[in-house]
């Protein structure tokens, strides 16, 4: 919320700040500038000639294209993840020519870094959206999560576009503390660097990640082979765009097979041999997970013979390890790069040593046989008879981190953006509906995918609709799915199939009993809604509903809070006859947006004004409020003309006397425009910056007095200057120059320097102007009052 006046009226709102970055190590080849997501959203839009269908939709395109929208095939079977991604096993198919370029300097830079991982992501061309390009050394079901990150993100790839810098997390503990959220979907060991792609424009973000056991700090080869890799991208991407054959990317990232080349091949058959000659039992597994080679002895201690095991991923074909529990080893082995042991019991009795080393191109697995104790904690398993399927692991990290997501969102429209951003990607739908309960009917607060004249057809329904199948599952509380157009006629005969959607899912969203409202995924194909995915979805649709629910309850007391902090503020300054004035609020950008900053300017007969601007302890209600109890007093006893001493005076008399715990800050200015004389009087409040016709800027030299409400017989003294023709006073808050690890005398010095630099012909862009240059952090601590006087250059 935002005020802005000048005499007679509103003026310009302050635009948003960017967003600070909060930990990075910064290289001198690897360019910083200042920009926000929605600059960089359009600097990219212009040359990224993209498909211009929405991301949701996007797929193989023409002979520049990836291909990562083709099925792979694995034995002549098409390899389907359990998010709907298809599962890569190595390179998926043959990509564009820029792709393949693109693919090899993301290799290099990943075997000259000595990473473990690396992946490209692009800006998308239609939304402030990064979208996973390419991905090395990991499989495409683990990077899920992150297919697409909001710029706006508090993600590391994010953070490096939005700031153009390098972003370094060199442990697992910093993650913790700077990225919560990553750290929460990725709790691994592991360093991790993000850069931007810097050329004439941003174009993304190169990502690499190394085993924890590496050094925490990057060496200056590592730094350049980064730098070099951004330039090479970003000189690829730009080739591309001005050859008129720009990378289009698909709807899923390109996965990179390891580079095994430089190994020498030993004879087969004597690797063979050493291996079955071992105790226990061996097996390798690719980083999807499939088991490629498995020895005798592994197949008889896994209890099943090797031809029905390979190929297949163990948590699947062997239903006693079908646990989250232990494909979260796999993952974390994938990940971190470092050995992982777990125990696993094979039925009936016989515990199992599972040791795995990874490494770029897969996991060696030495399987040992155990006595016959259990291990004091033994995985959970299911009942006999349960036909219950546990959720994989990479979808409960998936969850943790659409939860985690969850927890952030402010606003409704938060909300909405997030199921949009995360969620929709997360289970591949291509339409959305998020609907509240308002008054007995369902009101449509966002939507994806879907034309302004469905929604307005479906918008409005009351509850206990037979229109569409949300109000069955708002009455029941059970969510429906319906996995072709056949089915919903089937069961919903009179509802319209007027969207071209082919299959839905219904979830109703409740709290505690009570209907918040409904989400509705829709998908262009039709679909076989598995139990996993079910269950999977039906516990996220709680999560939506409690961040619905809080999200309105914050728009409820933001749109109070900004009511209140209307009727307190002036509408609109008066007209004075030789002066121009201007004016600006903005609220501290943590709480309820409602502070105790305020400003007034009141007309003294045809040749005066009286100006005041204040600051009460605080960022909420009660501050509020007294600000307004303490405007009123200065105002009242201002219209009758009484001294500024007296005013401020008057004006500690009555904080006293109200004791709201609270002390207050004001400085009060009288002008005599006729006989050109400026009087004031500050209680504890900073001195005006006064600037000279000739643009001599400086703080005026004012004594002042105690706070109001510290001492109800405080004695304020007097400061008069002369208003020349042309003298400007700027009078604000602490808010403006106060800054976190910056000495105040040096950032009122700033702003003295940029207002005598400012144009001042138009007083509202000055008070914009000196707002960007002293604040320019999306995050503000404290809010900010600004007002300026200038006294007309002629005869009044």
Known sequence: MERSVRRGGRGQAEPADRPTRHSAERHPDIPRTHADPGDLHRRSRD??????????????????????????REGGAEQRGSDGWRCLVTSTARPG?????????????????????????????????????????APADVAAPWSRVPLAAPAPVAEAVRDERLIWVGSQEEMARSYPRTAVALPYPLALAAAPVVGNRCWGSLLLMWPATRPSRMTRREHGHVAACCRRLARLLEEAAEAGRPLVTADRPRVLPPATGDRQAGPAGAAADFAERLPGGCCSLDLEGRIAYLTSGGAELLGRDAGRLL?????????????????????????????????????????????????????????????????PAPAPRRAPGSTTTPARAGQLYQLMHLAAGLTEVVGVQDVVDLVADQIMPAFGAHGLVLSMVDSGRLRITGHRGYPAEVIERFDGLPLDTTFTPAGQALSSGIPSFFGDPEEMRRIYPEAPLVSGKQAWAFLPLIISGRPVGCCVLSYERPRNFSAEERAVMTSLAGLV??????????DTK??????????????????????????????ATAGMDIGGDFYDLIRLGDTGAAAVIGDVQGHNVAAAALMGQVRTAVHAHATLATPPDRVLAAANRLVSDLDPGLFTSCLYVRLDIAHRRVTLASAGHPPPLVRQRDGRTAPLDVTPGPLLGIDPDAEYPVTETDLTPGLMLLLYTDGLVETPGTDYDDSVSDLARHLAEADDRDLSLLIDSLLRKARPARLRTDDIAVLVLKAASGPS
């Open 545 to 554: 509903a409690q961040a619905l629910d809080r999200a309105r309850l914050y």
């Open 558 to 587: 933001h749109l109070l809070a900004h009511g209140l902090q209307q009727a307190l503020l002036p509408h609109s300054l008066p007209a004075v006859a030789g002066l121009d004035v201007a004016a600006r609020y903005l609220p």
């Open 311 to 375: 190929g297949t991923l163990p948590w699947q074909s062997l239903p006693w390890l079908d646990d989250p529990t232990y494909e979260d080893r796999y993952r974390a082995a994938v990940l971190s790069r470092e050995p992982v042991s777990f125990t696993a019991c094979r039925p009936p009795d016989q515990w199992l040593e599972f040791h795995l080393y990874p490494d770029a191109s897969g996991i060696s697995v030495r399987i040992v046989p155990t006595g016959a104790l259990p291990p």
């Open 97 to 137: 020519e820029g792709a393949d370029e693109l693919d090899a300097a993301l290799a290099e830079t990943v075997r000259r870094t000595g990473a473990s991982i690396g992946a490209v992501y692009l800006l998308a061309p239609d939304e402030p959206v990064l979208l996973l390009e390419a991905l090395y050394g």
């Open 47 to 72: 040359v990224r000639a993209l498909s211009e269908a929405p991301a949701s939709h996007r797929a193989d395109n023409g002979a520049h294209g990836s291909a990562r929208a083709t099925p792979v």
